[in-house]
């Protein structure tokens, strides 16, 4: 198979797209596919001082990377989850980047929010389930860097996969609020930062061959609590229609980007206020972060 960019020996075949490209394509097209992404749904602007959130894995990483060299000031945030030696590996991974490419990385302990606790024991003692818990810790945590560091904006590293197993999940519920609120970029509003996520049209495929070409070295393991999520088996349904009919998840993706406006009109966004505890925003008083440490710091 010849690459389609410049005829040389192709590495890998992309049939989302009919292509099959050489490694220096691959790296030259994927570069390209987030550049136009963040101008054509306007994610960034030019100058912006961009906080990254960093988990360590191929996308963040590969995120920071894209960034980095499409121009952008973008420094990293790591945040430790508590979550024994995947933590510990994810850490390693993000400091080794940042160290290798000379950029600055701020790291924040969840452990030091919560007298000592990490994510499974804040969840143990919230009777929650653990990810329900570090999406609301780690959406609050970031929020706070990024604020505190003076930042304009948020990137995150979702891929093409998790935005359509998310979408898929929640039309299979109809989940109208959430399904109004999914987006590639969430503006800001006062105290919560703008959001974006610039690799939403590229597949988790294509990142890991990305971050695979570019000698990116991220960790392989996935986070215990991941096993047997509902998403994964999104991801897999997804998966199987992708290999009958190939580019499914990005037309799926794009018809609900241009869909979007109808989904606006129907879901009914909550007031804000600000949060008694701490200022963050909040449909109720104590915001659900405030909330949380209070009921796990009781029982320390
Ligand atoms: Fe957090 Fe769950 Fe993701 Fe693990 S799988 S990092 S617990 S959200
Ligand atoms: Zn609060």
């Known amino acids: 198979m010849k690459c389609r960019m410049c005829g040389g020996k192709a590495v890998i075949k992309l049939p989302a797209h009919n292509i099959g490209l050489c490694s220096e394509c691959l790296i030259l097209f994927l570069r390209r596919r987030v550049e136009r992404t963040i101008k054509r749904l306007r994610l960034l602007s030019p100058g912006e001082k961009i906080l990254v959130a960093i988990s360590g894995g191929k996308d963040s990483l590969s995120l920071w990377d894209l960034l980095l060299e499409l121009g952008y000031e973008a420094e990293g945030l790591y945040i430790d989850l508590g979550i024994g030696d995947y933590s510990q590996k994810s850490e390693e991974k993000a400091v080794g980047f940042a160290q290798k490419r000379g950029v600055g990385l701020q790291i924040v302990r969840v452990k030091e929010h919560f007298r000592g606790l990490g994510i499974p024991e804040i969840a143990r003692r919230a009777g929650r389930a653990p990810c329900s818990v570090c999406g609301l810790v780690k959406r609050y945590l970031m929020n706070q860097a990024g604020k505190k560091g003076g930042f304009d904006v948020i990137a995150t590293g979702h891929n093409l996969d998790d935005e359509v197993s998310f979408l ?12 109004a609120r999914q987006a590639p970029s969430l503006p800001d509003r006062q105290s919560l930062l703008r959001k974006v996520k610039p690799l939403v049209l590229c597949s988790e495929r294509e990142m890991a061959a990305y971050a695979f070409v570019r000698g990116i070295d991220y960790i392989l393991d996935e986070c215990p609590y991941s096993q047997g999520s509902t998403s994964l088996r999104y991801k897999s349904v997804l998966n199987k ?12 993706y794009q018809g609900f980007l241009k869909n979007r406006s109808l989904l606006k009109m129907t879901g009914e966004e909550p007031e804000l206020h600000p949060c008694e505890g701490c200022g963050y925003l909040t449909p109720a008083q104590i915001c659900s972060f405030c909330r949380l440490r209070e009921r796990v710091l009781q029982k320390v």
Request: a negative charge.
């Open 241 to 252: 229609l992708e290999e009958h009919s190939p580019g499914t998840k990005l037309h799926f």
């Open 168 to 179: 898929l999940s929640n039309l299979l519920s109809w989940q109208r609020e959430s399904l």
